[in-house]
Nanobody, 127 residues
């Protein structure tokens, strides 16, 4: 079992930055791939970024590539999502998710590929 707790959401103006954190507890190890998903009202949940258990491989949605950076500190059991140059269309509830995978593998973009989920944190970007 893995428990996940997100923090760092809030209200920011367009062009600003936020850093989200996802603290993991329970049976965590290098074989836990992590992802950040987001869901805006009226839209389907979509993956924003994902990272392998070892941290060496990452994937990004086209809409955030170049603006968002996913990283992890396995010694702190925490995954981060640094979000720069935020846009109003980035407004959503952001949730982290985890899945057991080999340490070098990035979990795929579909939500059903992940086993464990956090409660989410709201990010609101004003224009």
């Amino acid at each position: 079992q893995v428990q996940l707790l997100e923090s760092g959401g809030g209200l920011v103006q367009a062009g600003g930055s936020l850093r989200l954190s996802c603290a993991a507890s329970g049976r965590t190890c290098r074989s836990v791939g992590m992802g950040w998903f987001r869901q805006a009202p009226g839209y389907e949940r979509e993956v924003a970024a994902a990272i392998s258990g070892g941290g060496g491989s990452t994937n990004y949605a086209d809409s955030v590539r170049g603006r968002f950076t996913i990283s992890r500190d396995n010694s702190k059991k925490t995954v981060y999502l640094q979000m720069n140059d935020l846009k109003p269309e980035d407004t959503a509830v952001y949730s982290c998710a985890a899945a057991y995978r080999p340490a070098t593998v990035v979990t795929g973009p579909r939500a059903e590929e992940y086993t464990y989920w956090g409660q989410g944190t709201q990010v609101t970007v004003s224009s």
